[in-house]
């Protein structure tokens, strides 16, 4: 049956939609109607607009303070962190890995030229008697003694509002590591931490941890959420710090770009 | 019967306190948010905070999560108020419409959750069912649409308008209004459909 042709049944059919009260294959056939005929669809959207003007029909109730402070301190991150972003040069538009890559091979280039060197000494030793698992054992220990070297691949210096550094921040990819020492006088009240954030292109702030109260601190984390980051940022937030969905919730204290190590 | 289309026009006879084109009014704000303006956004919400906070309890019941979907929604407002021009909707009624699917969204990824607070909702449904009074709408920003529905809702019975209510805003079914409201199928059924004809009636006289 065209329902078009039925307006009082059509009226009916497309209040109970719109209500949400029509259900199940009654339901699909009226949708399959409504996507047929403009007159069907017409009546749809009618009762939809009118439907809709029950969510202005409630009983007001006055929020708590709080939501609008939590609205405004959202609001200025995102200002401070739209501001930030613009205008920090990338150095390049290759993918991390590729950099990352570079100063890698770099830093091989020195291991090996090490490991050669010793394979020259251990050569010579080897005259001396030495057997190849002795050999072995001090290659690994030479190689874990590089491993071993603090590496700082990535450099920034967090700065506050006044361009007074607070926070310099270097990472390490090899031990998945971010330190963090803080250099200014700021310390956050007892009930507030400090949080860093990750400010990537074109996708909402990523959380890289809560600052301890410590001068010094470690952050674990992986290479992936800082690569091809231009800038990074902390915010002050309620103890203990805020869920990264949410983005920050308070006032971004400090910020700085992210640079990528090369001298 | 005669459409009151004169109360439509000439809002200030019973609608007391309302501006002269409240519409107006919050669309010029949402357009100094869609250009950043942010003590514009702060109007916005003084001005509909309550409203739509009320809306936001009566879909989702928790406080904390209505607060959540305030906090939500006037940060998509803050992002997305460009979009607005677009929808056609009154402004009122296009915050609402952010506001229920904010709190729908909230309902369903609390499905496991809720089931323990169902008891809660449930009782806070009864009450309100329980009731006699029309619910003390305040008026004074709704768009002339929503005017039209609230004086056709208004001529219902109570719980008609009540369960209409429920079912349009926690986008309930027949079935679970009646598991919600402990009552049988066949009366929630009956109150519906008796409602919307009657509206329907109604509404037609407003065009």
């Known amino acids: ?239 203990g710090g805020v869920p990264e969905a949410g983005g920050p919730t308070g006032p971004v204290l400090f910020k700085g770009a992210l640079i990528q190590r090369q001298i | 019967m005669k459409g009151p289309i004169g109360g439509l026009h000439a809002p200030g006879t019973e609608n007391q306190g309302m501006n002269a084109d409240p519409d107006l009014h919050l669309l010029s704000l949402l357009d100094r948010v869609a250009a950043r303006d942010e003590a514009a956004l702060r109007q916005l919400y003084d001005a509909t905070a309550a409203k739509l906070y009320g809306l936001a309890l009566r879909v989702v019941g928790k406080p904390e999560w209505a607060e959540d979907c305030l906090q939500e929604t006037f940060l998509q407002v803050w992002r997305s108020a460009a979009d607005y021009r677009a929808s056609l909707s009154p402004p009122m009624a296009w915050l609402g419409m952010l506001v229920r699917s904010r709190s729908l969204d909230l309902l369903r990824r609390g499905q496991a959750q809720r089931q323990a607070q169902t008891d809660d909702l449930d009782d806070h449904l009864a009450e309100t069912l329980a009731g006699d009074a029309p619910d003390p709408v305040d008026t004074t920003l709704a768009s002339q649409q929503a005017w039209a529905l609230h004086q056709c809702l208004g001529r219902l019975d109570h719980r008609q308008r009540e369960v209409i209510s429920l079912a349009y805003l926690r986008d309930l079914s027949h079935t679970e209004l009646a598991t919600r409201l402990s009552l049988p199928l066949g009366t929630v059924k009956t109150w519906i459909r008796r409602g919307l004809d009657q509206l329907r009636q109604c509404m037609a006289n407003w065009h």
Not at chain 1, 9 to 18: E, K, Q, S, V, Y
Not at chain 1, 43 to 54: D, G, I, V
Not at chain 1, 190 to 214: F, H, I, N
């Open chain 1, 1 to 239: 049956m065209n329902i078009a042709r039925h307006p009082e049944l059509l009226d009916r059919l497309a209040a109970a939609w719109a209500v949400g009260t029509l259900h199940g294959g009654a339901r699909r056939r009226f949708e399959q109607q409504a996507r047929e005929h403009a007159t069907v669809r017409t009546a749809a959207l009618l009762w939809q607009e009118r439907m809709s003007s029950l969510t202005e029909l409630q009983p007001g109730v006055q929020p708590p303070p709080r939501v609008w402070t939590r609205i405004h301190q959202q609001v200025q991150a995102e200002r401070v962190l739209v501001q930030g972003r613009a205008p920090v040069p990338r150095e390049t538009a290759a993918p991390w890995w590729q950099r990352l890559g570079l100063w890698q091979g770099m830093g091989l280039t020195g291991a090996f030229a090490t490991v050669a060197a010793l394979g020259v000494a251990l050569n010579l030793n080897s005259q001396l008697g030495q057997t190849r698992t002795e050999l072995t054992a001090q290659l690994q220990a030479v190689q874990a003694e590089l491993a071993a070297m603090p590496r700082a691949d990535y450099v920034a210096v967090l700065n506050d509002n006044q361009a007074s550094a607070a926070v310099l921040v270097t990472f390490d990819p090899v031990r998945r590591q971010l330190h963090l020492q803080r250099v200014g006088s700021f310390q956050e009240a007892e009930d507030r931490s400090l949080q860093l954030w990750a400010l990537p292109p074109g996708s909402g702030p990523r959380s890289l941890g809560v600052l301890t109260r410590e001068r010094l601190l470690q952050l674990a984390t992986d290479p992936a959420v800082v690569n091809g980051v231009p800038t990074l940022a902390i915010s002050l937030e309620p103890r």
